[in-house]
Each structure stands twice: as C-alpha cells, then as structure tokens.
T-cell receptor
C-alpha cells in the first residue's frame, strides 16, 4: 500500500547515544517533514525538505540533523540523545496543490533514559 | 506568521450527542485549512480540508467543518457521535503559497457511553 514508512516503531536510548530514524514514502511527493509530538504541545516541526537536495529548520531543530537522501527518503539523526528528546516522532510527506494534505507515518516512540 | 488555536483541550460528550470542536487561526495571507484525527497509538489521518469554493466541507466519518473568513474560524462538527470517534483531533493551516503546515495543540474528544 502507498504511504509513509517509518522505522523503528520503538526505541530506548541511553543519554549520549546516537541513532537515526528512517522515513520513506512511495507517493512521489516532493516535500517531507519530521515532527515531534509531546503531550499538550501538539505537533512541532523539527525539519522539513521542500524538495530533494534541500532541507530547512522548523520550530525545534536543536539537537537534530536531517538528510534527504533522495526523493523517497528523509532521515532524522540524534547525535547525542538527551532525556528532553523523549517523544513520539512522526514523518510526513505532502502532495502539492490542489491535493494538499499530509500523509503521516505511524510514528516512532523514543525514550531516552 | 501563521498560528492555530484550539481552545478546548478536552471535550467529553455522550454517545449520539452532537459535538463541535473549535479552531481559530491567524494569518496575514490566505490559508488552506485542515482537520486531522489521531486514534490511540496511530499516526494522523486527514478528516477534511478547505482549499476553496463552498465554505461547508464534508469529510470522512460524518464530520463536517465550516470556514468562516470573517471570524477566522474552521470549527469541526458532527451531529451524532459514536464511541469510535474517541480520538485526538488536530486543526492545521498552510499558507496558499507555502509548503509548511502549522498545527494546533489538539482536542481530545472522549465519547461517553
């Protein structure tokens, strides 16, 4: 089925460890996004990529890096995990006008201890 | 800059009763408006969207929303809720020239048997 695939679904890290969250979409969308979701704060944009080869900071980019590997894949890296990065992470891709709308992945639940 | 306000963080409602979830936005330019639903432990799914045309838009699962430009609102309604409507609901906007979505903090709808 067409959509956005995120891996892993769950992860526990120790403070200071690094990891990469993977995201791939098969809908030929140009734009891709990484959000984090925390209770009472909704979804906050970490980074986005409007097209292959470009990336831009969102609202909460500190502590994260991204790579738009190709049109399909957009990865999020935590170089040195901190407890404040405990969250649920969502990847999304979007179709352009007139079929605007995000397609979300199923999320990665990350706990940093 | 765009911002989205969902005034009600939690809305309890009895089964088969009507419900309205409120969303207000602020923007200096024209925007497109969306409602997403998130069921427990899942990603977000598109309920409905307003891009242009009729200000009353109908979505999936019997939901509808009305765009009111003068009041900068996009409230979500359903005339009779079901237990399965229990979920988190997010309002989102995007500039008509942009590619970045802005989300509200979410409204948790709980349907009581």
């Amino acid at each position: 089925n067409a959509g956005v695939t995120q891996t892993p679904k769950f992860q526990v890290l120790k403070t200071g460890q690094s990891m990469t969250l993977q995201c791939a979409q098969d809908m030929n969308h140009n734009s891709m996004y990484w959000y984090r979701q925390d209770p009472g704060m909704g979804l906050r944009l970490i980074y986005y990529s409007a097209s292959e080869g470009t990336t831009d900071k969102g609202e909460v980019p500190n502590g994260y890096n991204v790579s738009r590997l190709n049109k399909r894949e957009f990865s999020l890296r935590l170089e040195s995990a901190a407890p404040s990065q405990t969250s649920v992470y969502f990847c999304a891709s979007s179709s352009p006008y007139p079929n605007y709308g995000y397609t979300f992945g199923s999320g990665t639940r990350l706990t940093v201890v | 800059a765009q911002s989205v306000t969902q005034l009600d963080s939690q809305v309890p409602v009895f089964e088969e009763a009507p419900v309205e979830l409120r969303c207000n936005y602020s923007s200096s330019v024209s925007v497109y408006l969306f409602w997403y639903v998130q069921y427990p432990n899942q990603g977000l799914q598109l309920l409905l969207k307003y891009l242009s045309g009729s200000t009353l838009v109908k979505g999936i699962n019997g939901f509808e929303a009305e765009f009111n430009k003068s009041q900068t609102s996009f409230h979500l309604r359903k005339p009779s809720v079901h237990i399965s409507d229990t979920a988190e609901y997010f309002c989102a906007v995007i500039k008509n020239t942009g590619n970045q979505f802005y989300f509200g903090t979410g409204t948790s709808l709980t349907v009581i048997p």
